[in-house]
Nanobody, 130 residues
Framework: QAQLVESGGGLVQPGGSLRLSCAAS????????IGWFRQAPGKEREGVSC????????YYADSTRGRFTIARDSVKNTVYLEMNSLDPEDTAVYYC???????????????????????WGQGTQVTVSS
């Protein structure tokens, strides 16, 4: 059974850092692009950063480029999102998703048509506040 489990969320002060983890299991890891998305109250879900697990190609949303770093560990089947210089605008529930038959850019720009081989985690709350 395919599963994505996020961890690492929490409360952090503005300017602080957090590292999110997404542990994948139950599917062929290297066939997928994996990405981080977020949704704040009253706002639509947006792509944050996405990575191709095979070639390591990455994509970042304009709002996170230069502050966030996505990386994968193909031994642990885990994708990480290192978030630095956090701002209250980054407050949201962060979701991890594995999507088949796409690219990091298409995935993060929400241009990928949902399919039966796409998977989502339950989300982890990130709150940036003083």
């Amino acid at each position: 059974q395919a599963q994505l489990v996020e961890s690492g969320g929490g409360l952090v002060q503005p300017g602080g850092s957090l590292r999110l983890s997404c542990a994948a299991s139950g599917f062929r890891w290297d066939y997928y692009d994996i990405g981080w998305f977020r949704q704040a109250p009253g706002k639509e879900r947006e792509g944050v950063s996405c990575i191709n697990t095979g070639n390591g190609r990455t994509y970042y949303a304009d709002s996170t480029r230069g502050r966030f770093t996505i990386a994968r560990d193909s031994v642990k089947n885990t994708v990480y999102l290192e978030m630095n210089s956090l701002d209250p605008e980054d407050t949201a529930v962060y979701y991890c998703s594995a999507q088949w038959g796409t690219t990091p850019q298409a995935m993060c720009e929400l241009k990928h048509a949902p399919g039966p081989r796409d998977y989502w985690g339950q989300g982890t709350q990130v709150t940036v506040s003083s």
